[in-house]
Structures are given as C-alpha cells and as structure tokens.
C-alpha cells in the first residue's frame, strides 16, 4: 500500500481512554461471544488514525459466538458527544474474535465493504481493530491487530498507545 493512496493509514494511535474502554469491554464479555463498538476521533493527512474514543456495545447490541451488531442508537449518541467534546468523527469500529485469530472475517469483509459503499457515510477508509486469539504456542495468547479497509485492500497496520484524553476512560453521556 502506497502512503500516497487516497484514504491510507500507516498506523493507528489509540489513547489510554479508548484501551480502557476496549479492555474493559473484553473482560466483561468473558461468554465466549463477540463484542465490540465505534472508534471516534480523526484521520490525518499524515496517513495517522487518531483513535480518541472506543464505544462500548451499548445495550441493544447483538452478540453471538460469531457475529456482532452494535447497538446503533448507543453509538449514535456516543458519536454525538464526542463530536461536541472534541470533533472526533466516527473513523471505524472494534470488535472480538474470542475463538479464532483477529483477522477480518467473510461477516467482516461485507461489513466493511457495505460501510465503504453507502453514499451517505462517505467513508473512503475505516479503521477496525480486531482483538481475538493468536495461534497456539506454549500458552494461547490474544492479540490486537488494526486494519485499514478500503475498497480495493484490506491492510494490516501497527498500533501505538498514546497519552490519555481525560484520565476518566470513557465518554460522558
């Protein structure tokens, strides 16, 4: 992938408050069933993803061992408030893999591809970020891969943790 490309990303920056969000998220959904919600803030000219914010599911999501909805009027709202906070904007979403490794899945790909194609998002890129189990060594271990997805790839590209937004770990709604 071409740094130049319209809509590249070369890496993620995910703040403390939004790893918290995720982490907790992923403890609470100890089930064995899928979980996940938006990312908020910005893309920047630079080819960086500035991931502010991470929505939880919201109570209306749907989770199953393989699939998950997120409640979109929760999201909505958080969309909403972190775009009054700061202007962040929804860039992609996150989501779980409890049984398979955290690479995007056929469900995923359409998802991604349905995103990109409706006229009213404009989306030109979307980040996902995948938290799910990474092949078996000595001890299973969970990994945490980001992906930038346009229309034409779908690209794996690294994630760095930055400083926090608020010291609170979530959005106030």
Same mark, same amino acid.
């Given at each position: 992938?071409? &740094? ?11 703040? =403390? ?10 403890d609470?959904?100890? =089930? ?6 938006? /990312? ?12 502010? &914010?991470?929505?939880? +599911?919201? +109570? ?27 202007? !962040? ?8 893999? %409890? !049984?398979t490794?955290?690479? %995007? !899945?056929?469900?995923?790909? =359409?998802?991604?591809? *349905?995103?990109? *194609? ?10 996902? #970020?995948?938290?799910?189990? /990474?092949? +078996?060594?000595r001890? %299973?271990? #969970?990994?945490? #891969?980001?992906?930038?997805?346009? /229309?034409?790839? #779908? *690209?794996?590209? +690294?994630?760095?943790l930055?400083? =926090? ?6 959005? %106030?709604?």
């Amino acid at each position: 992938m071409s &740094y130049a490309e319209p809509g590249a990303i070369r890496n993620v920056q995910l703040t =403390d408050c939004a790893a918290r969000t995720i982490a907790r998220e992923v403890d609470a959904a100890g =089930d064995g069933r899928e979980t996940g919600g938006i /990312l908020l803030g910005n893309i920047n000219a630079d080819g960086v993803a500035d991931v502010r &914010y991470a929505g939880d +599911p919201g +109570p209306a999501a749907v989770r199953t061992q393989a699939f998950f909805l997120r409640d979109r009027a929760h999201a909505q709202r958080l969309a909403d408030t972190a775009f009054a906070t700061d202007g !962040s904007i929804w860039i992609g979403e996150w989501h779980t893999h %409890p !049984s398979t490794e955290p690479v %995007p !899945s056929r469900t995923d790909v =359409d998802t991604y591809l *349905t995103l990109l *194609t409706d006229p009213e998002l404009q989306f030109t890129v979307i980040v996902s #970020i995948i938290i799910g189990s /990474l092949p +078996p060594r000595r001890t %299973p271990e #969970i990994g945490m #891969i980001a992906w930038a997805c346009t /229309l034409s790839s #779908i *690209t794996a590209i +690294p994630i760095q943790l930055t400083d =926090d937004v608020d010291g609170q770990g979530h959005l %106030p709604i």
